[in-house]
């Protein structure tokens, strides 16, 4: 029996990588004054990146699919009865979590939906996982076992230039330890479970250097499986840093670099960057 999969827009899964596993994607929504643009659809990583270095005020929201949406889906792909796998960008950062919950609970078909509590290609990483175990024959139940292990074994670092964006999104309530004092300041937040939690702040680029150094250093000796740097503009001096850095502390792991989607670099705003990294 076949397990069909889901995941949202953000998982920044590749053409080939969804081609291969035939893997469903929701896209998420950005509105800018009055008119709506699909992630990964109508508007590309790309197009927002400029629109967010050239722009003088960034006016754009974010909103998760529509309910409506994700039961069609489940009733499409459950139609024969055959079971489907939902997972989805964490609960901080967006609700379409919740509407594909929503959603499983209107429909007759055999829906199970995780909250991946990650984000990028973080879930990307998930996702794959999963469509790996479904090919192997692997059940629900054992799938939904493997994934919450490899997830207790992945972080994500994020490394901000300023917090505005997430005050913007409304999302500064979620960061543990931040009030608006901090929004001026450059800022290193670990993605947990159930917050972003700021592990330290500074300014200027010596606090980020000081930070990657501390980073790496802690690092050092663990057997990475994989390493990504998700970034929202960076400058092409620092990513070529960062690559040979990792390339030379960590050989063996499978190391890229992504430009991120429209929806979090909404969240996160101009130069923002993270570490998306499996541990061994």
Same mark, same amino acid.
């Given at each position: 029996m076949t397990i069909h999969l889901v995941t949202d827009s953000t998982s920044q899964l590749t053409t080939? $990588?969804?081609? %291969? =596993?035939?893997?469903?994607?929701?896209?998420?929504?950005?509105?800018?004054?009055?008119?709506?643009?699909?992630?990964?659809?109508?508007?590309? @990583?790309? /197009?927002?990146?400029?629109?967010?270095?050239? &722009?003088s005020e960034i006016t754009t929201t974010t909103s998760q699919p529509a309910v409506g949406d994700f039961v069609d889906l489940y009733d499409e792909l459950g139609k024969d009865n055959e079971p489907i796998l939902s997972i989805h960008l964490t609960n901080l950062? /967006?609700?379409?979590? !919740?509407?594909?919950?929503?959603?499983? *609970?209107?429909?007759?078909?055999?829906?199970?939906?995780?909250?991946s509590k990650l984000m990028d290609r973080g879930l990307g990483e998930q996702v794959l996982l999963a469509a790996q175990l479904i090919? $192997?024959?692997?059940t629900v139940d054992e799938i939904v076992a493997a994934l919450q292990e490899a997830h207790d074994k992945k972080t994500?670092?994020?490394?901000?230039? /300023?917090?505005?964006?997430?005050?913007?999104?409304?999302?500064?309530? &979620?960061? @543990?330890?931040?009030? *608006?004092?901090?929004?001026?300041?450059?800022?290193?937040?670990?993605?947990?479970?159930?917050?972003?939690?700021?592990? @330290?702040k500074g300014y200027g680029r010596k606090f980020?250097?000081?930070?990657? !150094?501390?980073?790496?250093?802690?690092?050092?000796?663990? %057997?990475?499986?994989?390493?990504?740097l998700v970034h929202v503009g960076m400058n092409e001096d620092r990513l070529i840093e960062i690559k040979e850095l990792v390339k030379t502390t960590h050989p063996e792991a499978d190391f890229r670099v992504v430009?991120?989607?429209?929806?979090?670099?909404?969240?996160?705003?101009?130069?923002?960057?993270?570490?998306? =990294? *499996? &541990?061994?």
């Amino acid at each position: 029996m076949t397990i069909h999969l889901v995941t949202d827009s953000t998982s920044q899964l590749t053409t080939e $990588e969804i081609n %291969k =596993y035939d893997i469903h994607i929701i896209p998420l929504i950005i509105n800018d004054q009055g008119k709506s643009f699909k992630d990964g659809i109508d508007i590309t @990583s790309e /197009s927002f990146l400029n629109d967010l270095q050239t &722009k003088s005020e960034i006016t754009t929201t974010t909103s998760q699919p529509a309910v409506g949406d994700f039961v069609d889906l489940y009733d499409e792909l459950g139609k024969d009865n055959e079971p489907i796998l939902s997972i989805h960008l964490t609960n901080l950062l /967006s609700g379409t979590v !919740e509407g594909a919950f929503s959603a499983a *609970s209107q429909t007759e078909s055999n829906v199970t939906v995780i909250d991946s509590k990650l984000m990028d290609r973080g879930l990307g990483e998930q996702v794959l996982l999963a469509a790996q175990l479904i090919k $192997e024959g692997k059940t629900v139940d054992e799938i939904v076992a493997a994934l919450q292990e490899a997830h207790d074994k992945k972080t994500t670092d994020i490394f901000f230039e /300023s917090l505005d964006a997430l005050q913007r999104g409304g999302r500064i309530s &979620k960061l @543990s330890g931040a009030v *608006s004092k901090l929004l001026k300041i450059k800022a290193f937040i670990r993605l947990f479970d159930d917050e972003l939690k700021l592990m @330290s702040k500074g300014y200027g680029r010596k606090f980020i250097n000081k930070t990657l !150094e501390k980073t790496f250093s802690d690092l050092n000796g663990v %057997k990475l499986d994989t390493f990504t740097l998700v970034h929202v503009g960076m400058n092409e001096d620092r990513l070529i840093e960062i690559k040979e850095l990792v390339k030379t502390t960590h050989p063996e792991a499978d190391f890229r670099v992504v430009l991120t989607s429209p929806i979090i670099m909404n969240h996160v705003g101009l130069g923002t960057f993270a570490f998306v =990294y *499996s &541990k061994h």
